[in-house]
């Protein structure tokens, strides 16, 4: 029987020690689903040594060996103590598809580089005329002896800027249903021919890039799954890209920093926490997290029976997103004119001088903004909506 209070304190023990001061400030800082670049990957090194780098993991490819309990509580603590977060698309998405569908020498050769922060992936899948409609991707991968020659583009690739390995849905045959001629191929960053091209977004900042292939060799061995059947594979990661999200934790951060918000922001002689408009905002939100919340376990508890959460996550990724959403109002709300001044110095956690804005309105803009992706990332709400109308309510 596992004494979950126990494992809570070591977690946060660990916590209290490895997470400098630095590295606090990079998750204070965190607007999006990215931190700091420098700071995501000072962490991963930390939590590799530390053997906790992919609570996810089966132990025998060097997980911790956690319940689900266990990894909710890690996580938790993680985002409470403003941890910054690690490019996760190959720990999170990638990794487990190696486990089911790689080679032995995929395994070998991928894995352990992923834990390091040895490579670090981005994910490939949309293109300009392929994103909800993902099937009619064109990048195409012709076969020309033990090589694929990759032509195309992808766009709003997370990360590629910094990232050393992409995995790619390529089209290798077009006579075929859209579905059946996609396969999944791993891709060095560093081969000829590839050009990696930053996307500023509204917020100053770069996360998401376009990357264009012309005439890139790709050794056939970088395929993972049977050629043709990378369809398969790529549901199978998109599952994981959606359901692995605990929305509930991020949701009781962002209340924690809208109660201090609130407490820091004059009312007349009184502040925000005594305006009777205001709290009951909040306090609809803080039912609508209790709500999310119980799903949530509902869905833990499904899994933990060895169920799958199936069109469920589709359910939570709506609300969670959403709610998010109407919290990034609130605290903008809140901050009022403070939320104007652009502060991309100041975001970055290694800055020293004056920001222009009080501390608790630092991040407010940069937030909302980045924030209004969440509903478009990882499957629009509006094909959520559809999955949930279809699936879960049987229309
Ligand atoms: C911040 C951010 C990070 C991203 N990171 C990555 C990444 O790392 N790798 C990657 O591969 N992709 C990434 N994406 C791309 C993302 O997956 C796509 O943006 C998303 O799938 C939507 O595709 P689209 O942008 O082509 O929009 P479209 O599919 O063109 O949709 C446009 C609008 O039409 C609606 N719509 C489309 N089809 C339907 C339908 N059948 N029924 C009802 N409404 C519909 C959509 O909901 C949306 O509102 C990222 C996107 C963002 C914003």
Not at 146 to 174: E, P, Y
Request: hydrophobic share 40%.
């Amino acid at each position: 029987m596992i004494d979950y209070e126990n494992f809570r304190k070591s977690v946060r023990d660990f916590l209290a020690e490895a997470l400098t001061p630095e590295l606090r400030r990079a998750g204070e800082l965190t607007t999006s689903v990215f931190s700091d670049f420098k700071a995501a990957l000072a962490w991963q090194k930390k939590l590799h040594a530390q053997g906790w780098i992919a609570p996810d993991w089966p132990s025998e490819f060097g997980g911790p060996g956690w319940d689900i309990q266990q990894r909710y509580i890690f996580q938790e603590e993680c985002k409470l103590a403003n941890a910054p977060s690690v490019v996760m698309m190959g720990i999170q998405m990638l990794g487990p598809m190696l486990m089911h569908y790689g080679t032995e020498e995929q395994k070998q050769h991928y894995l352990p580089r992923m834990l390091s922060g040895e490579d670090i992936w981005c994910q490939g899948y949309s293109e300009p005329g392929a994103g909800s409609d993902l099937a009619s991707l064109k990048t195409s991968a012709i076969r020309d002896g033990d090589d694929f020659i990759v032509n195309g583009t992808k766009i709003w690739t997370s990360m590629a800027h910094h990232a050393n390995q992409i995995f790619c849905l390529v089209r290798t045959d077009k006579d075929v249903k859209p579905q059946a001629g996609i396969s999944f191929l791993l891709i060095d960053l560093e081969t000829a021919g590839i050009t990696i091209t930053p996307i500023v977004s509204l917020d100053g900042q770069v996360e998401q890039c376009q990357v264009f292939f012309d005439a890139v060799r790709v050794p056939c061995a970088n395929l993972l799954g049977a050629e043709n059947d990378g369809w398969s594979v790529a549901k199978s990661l998109l599952e994981f890209e959606r359901g692995g999200h605990n929305f509930t934790i991020d949701v009781k951060k962002q209340l924690r920093k809208i109660h201090d918000q609130t407490k820091l922001t004059p009312w007349g002689e009184k502040t925000r926490a005594d305006d009777p408009v205001f709290r009951h905002r909040l306090a609809e939100a803080e039912i609508d997290a209790i709500a999310l919340e119980q799903t949530e376990l509902r869905i833990k508890g499904t899994v933990e029976a060895g169920g799958n959460p199936g069109a469920l996550s589709s359910l939570v990724k709506v609300v969670g997103t959403e709610l998010g959403q109407r919290l990034n109002e609130l605290s903008m709300d809140l901050v009022g004119p403070a939320a104007s001044p652009q502060c991309l110095d100041a975001l970055d956690p290694y800055y020293e001088g004056d920001a222009p804005v009080p501390d608790h309105a630092l991040t407010a803009m940069a937030e909302y903004i980045n924030n209004r992706a969440a509903t478009i990332y990882g499957g629009t709400a509006e094909i959520q909506r559809t999955i949930i109308a279809k699936k879960v309510l049987g229309l």
